[in-house]
């Protein structure tokens, strides 16, 4: 289903935009 493959998408997308901001907090 396409749906799926969709969320699957936003969830790595999410995951790597929190991991980005963890970093620039971090710096």
């Given amino acids: 289903r396409i749906a ?10 999410m995951g790597f935009v929190h991991l980005a901001c963890a970093m620039i907090w971090l710096a």
Avoid: V
Wanted: hydrophobic letters at 40%.
């Fill in 4 to 13: 799926l493959r969709c969320e699957k998408t936003i969830s790595a997308f």
